[in-house]
């Protein structure tokens, strides 16, 4: 289809067959309308100037959703002479028509339902393929551009929009002069309709969007962390269920007859899940330290593991007061240690100058696994989830913000 401007004698193509009632003029920005005598007469003159290039033109070929369109028509809509956004009309080989509405950055494909809502006067929700939708905006619009083919008459004066969402997808019902059309949408990304035509350049996306989805579906993510959680708990109740702190080693070890030497502990064997190794050390140290070197050895890969831990306690009066520093004991883990047969190497130490000290302390027992082992990770998931929700109840508000009938007010 082709045709030339009668007034500045520009032509506009698309290819595609359109009963054309009106067209608009992209270079002269008359709108004409044709009557079916051959005839043509001027409807009305836009003054309106795009503040940015339409990413898609007219006859600018794409496929969305399975279907190949052709774009044959671009309406810029406003409401309160502020407030604009674009309508790209598609159209099939077939007739068939979908729409693009695109309002900063954020895409709707739309197409028109046979369906006769009953909104009544500001009614606040209204149902559709099993979804309820709420009222977001209840204004009236006008056009305040158009170009390309239209095979009906554009209205001339104001339309009542009223629009219902459920995002992603939206209820969006246009009257005018009694006549009543309804269309049913979704969201859908720039990155969509800029792979699906071509485009260049895309509007920059600014806000939230009217059905633009939160990035994370709060409810599936809730159902997945809840069934990890309970896989974490089902799993530490087969695996260390009737688990009991085993004890495997507990010794005196004189700092006199293991000085420079080892002392070997006789072997143990661990059975179940792995468990951390917790080593209580203890030793009467005043004003002054000790030290142990702790080496779990697997008897069967000789693999061996070393920890250490020091002992200090430091005391005194200074400035009329009297403090303290340390403990004369300190425990610490060797995590994770799984079923096996083991021997202990220890390796005491203590400052050289102290005389007072003579031995050390040691217990050594593979613990039932620690509770915030489980619990931690659980613990985690729900902060993720609360904070997940403020952030959804957040990007919500921002949402309705622009609407008269937000919820959250």
Not at 41 to 60: E, S
């Amino acid at each position: 289809m082709e045709i030339k401007c009668p007034e500045c004698l520009a032509t506009t193509k698309a290819d595609v067959d359109l009963n054309v009632t009106e067209f608009g003029c992209s270079n002269c920005k008359n709108l004409i309308g044709f009557m079916d005598n051959g005839r043509h007469n001027y409807v009305r003159k836009f003054d309106f100037t795009p503040t940015f290039p339409f990413p898609l033109a007219i006859g600018q070929k794409g496929a969305l959703e399975g279907t190949e369109y052709v774009v044959t028509a671009i309406i810029v809509k406003k409401v309160h002479s502020i407030y604009f956004w674009r309508e790209y009309i598609l159209t099939s080989k077939t007739g068939e028509k979908a729409f693009l509405s695109e309002t900063d950055g954020h895409w709707i494909l739309l197409k028109q339902v046979n369906e006769e809502f009953d909104y009544g006067t500001n009614r606040m929700y209204l149902e559709y393929d099993g979804r309820e939708h709420t009222l977001y905006e209840y204004e009236d619009t006008t056009i305040a551009y158009a170009e390309g083919f239209f095979d009906y008459e554009l209205p001339t004066g104001t339309q009542e929009m009223i629009e219902y969402i459920n995002p992603p997808d939206i209820i969006s019902i246009e009257k005018y002069k009694g006549h009543e059309e309804a269309f049913y949408g979704h969201h859908i990304t720039p990155g969509t309709v800029k792979r699906a035509f071509g485009a260049g350049s895309m509007p920059y996306r600014s806000g939230v969007g009217i059905v633009r989805p939160f990035a994370v579906n709060f409810r599936f993510m809730v159902i997945i962390l809840s069934a990890f959680s309970l896989l974490i708990l089902v799993c530490h109740l087969l695996v260390y269920s009737g688990r009991r702190e085993q004890t495997v080693l507990q010794q005196s070890l004189s700092f006199a007859e293991y000085s420079g030497k080892d002392y070997v502990s006789s072997p143990f064997t661990l059975k179940g899940g792995s468990a951390p190794l917790r080593v209580k050390v203890q030793s009467e140290v005043n004003n002054s330290w000790a030290s142990v070197q702790v080496g779990l050895v697997n008897e069967v890969t000789n693999e061996e593991v070393y920890s250490g831990q020091d002992v200090e306690y430091y005391h005194g009066y200074t400035d009329g007061e009297n403090w303290t520093e340390g403990s004369t004991g300190e425990d610490f883990y060797m995590c994770g240690v799984p079923a096996g047969r083991y021997h202990l190497v220890i390796t005491p130490s203590k400052a050289p100058e102290d005389t007072t000290n003579s031995k050390l302390n040691i217990l050594a027992t593979w613990n039932a696994p620690l509770q915030r082992n489980v619990f931690i990770p659980i613990f985690i998931m729900g902060i993720i989830c609360i904070v997940t929700y403020y952030l959804r109840l957040q990007y919500e508000r921002n949402r309705w913000s622009d609407s008269s009938y937000s919820p959250y007010e």
